[in-house]
């Protein structure tokens, strides 16, 4: 029972990729479209990272209450419902409109399942969790390069998003019964989590670090996934259609980075394969700076991708050791919410950075995101040092 719930909840978390890098792909053609400037993406990615930190504040007391199962079946249907508004959207305010039920959803996934499969399962399943997420978002760019390629009809991408995630959300309905069988086990062995209140947590020694390190890397994922496709077309003189495909390859990045990682987390720490992936990314970024061929350029996203890809799987997996099982779904709806903030103060700060300098210096900001991040890492190791609680 509890590998095929495991199984859905796989399933869930493509789910959850779908809508994540609709955006920044078809953003190109939208703002052509709708006579806007660059920076009116912001808008839109405002509001739906705003909606994701309400519901993980928010999360800990909502999952306790309903339980994970009902909770991602109905985020899951709110984000199919708001991609089905995306398709019809005429203008940015019905944009902004529908992206406040998809921050909403995704932030409620996200929490809900992270701690749940951070508390019953183990590291390499963590991972590959998070590449099921990859195959969402590499998906994505892919319907809607076809459908850029069809007269440029971005909703047509939306619209095809909006029948994958309808389907996810009928399979989560069907199969909650499903939860209710593993979910008496799990509480047995898992025992029963605290709620605290914000005001609590961040007393907590070293989850201001951490909440550092998921900005970060939420940061350089979204601004990529956002802007990646601005970047090309803009520096590399590509055309929308193209520069989407391109982006593809960053997404399999995510995708492959999560997937090797759930492979090698039976022979080394996720401490290891945070470091190690760290090490990737900046090699990545490396290659961004330089004005190399489109071809490399794509690789270098790719190793972005790759290398980023492997940090929040496994940080997420760390937080019972880090910070204790009783408290861990109150810590994950924090460190969710630091996530989206990063989402949504980054890529909207880089999006004002591209109106007045140009798109040409995503690398740039990439990499002061990526030291931010680095400089986090080092603090929080030797705060769990201190405690006894880093396992390198």
């Known amino acids: ?92 305010w019905w944009l902004c409109l529908f992206a406040i039920p998809l921050g909403l959803g ?10 749940y499969v951070a508390l019953h399962y183990q590291a390499s399943q963590m991972s590959f969790l998070h590449c099921f997420y990859g195959i969402g978002v590499s998906l994505s760019p892919y319907l809607m390069a076809h459908a850029l390629a069809q007269n440029n009809a971005w909703r047509n991408g939306y619209r095809m998003a909006f029948y994958l995630q309808l389907g996810i959300t009928i399979l989560l309905i069907v199969t909650l019964p499903l939860w209710q069988k593993v979910h008496a086990k799990h509480e047995y062995t898992a025992g029963k989590s605290t709620t605290l209140s914000f005001k609590s947590i961040i007393k907590v020694p ?14 350089i994922e979204f601004t ?76 270098g996203l790719f190793l972005i991708g790759f290398g980023n890809s492997t940090v929040f799987p496994n940080l997420i997996f760390l937080t019972p050791q880090n910070f204790g099982v009783d408290i861990s779904q109150s810590i994950m709806g924090t460190q969710m919410a630091a996530s989206y903030v990063g989402t949504m103060l980054m890529p909207a700060l880089f999006g004002l950075l591209a109106q007045k300098l140009g798109s040409g210096t995503l690398p740039y900001f990439i990499l002061i995101m ?20 880093y396992n390198s």
């Open 106 to 115: 995704a932030g409620a996934i996200d929490t809900a399942l992270n701690n």
């Open 370 to 389: 990526y030291f931010v991040m680095i400089t986090a890492t080092v603090a929080l190791v030797r705060n769990l040092q201190k405690r006894g609680k």
């Open 206 to 219: 070293g989850v201001q670090w951490v909440w550092i390190i998921f900005l970060g890397t939420c940061a």
């Open 224 to 299: 990529c996934g956002i802007w990646g496709a601005t970047f090309l077309v803009n520096t590399r003189e590509m055309v929308a259609s193209s520069a989407a495909q391109i982006v593809t390859l960053y997404y399999l990045g995510i995708m492959i980075g999560r997937l090797v990682s759930g492979i090698v987390a039976s022979r080394v720490t996720s401490w290891h394969i945070i470091f190690g992936g760290q090490l990737i990314l900046l090699l990545g970024i490396g290659m961004l700076l330089l004005p190399l061929s489109v071809v490399l350029a794509g690789t």
């Open 1 to 92: 029972m509890a590998t095929l719930l495991l199984i859905i909840i796989y399933i869930a978390f493509i789910g959850l990729g779908i809508p994540d890098s609709l955006f920044g792909a078809a953003w190109p053609a939208i703002y052509h479209e709708f006579n806007l400037p660059l920076s009116a993406a912001n808008y839109v990615t405002l509001l739906i990272s705003g909606g994701t930190i309400v519901s993980s504040l928010i999360s800990a007391w909502v999952i306790n209450h309903f339980g994970t199962g009902k909770v991602t079946a109905f985020s899951t249907g709110l984000t199919a419902t708001a991609l089905l508004g995306f398709s019809m959207s005429s203008s940015i």
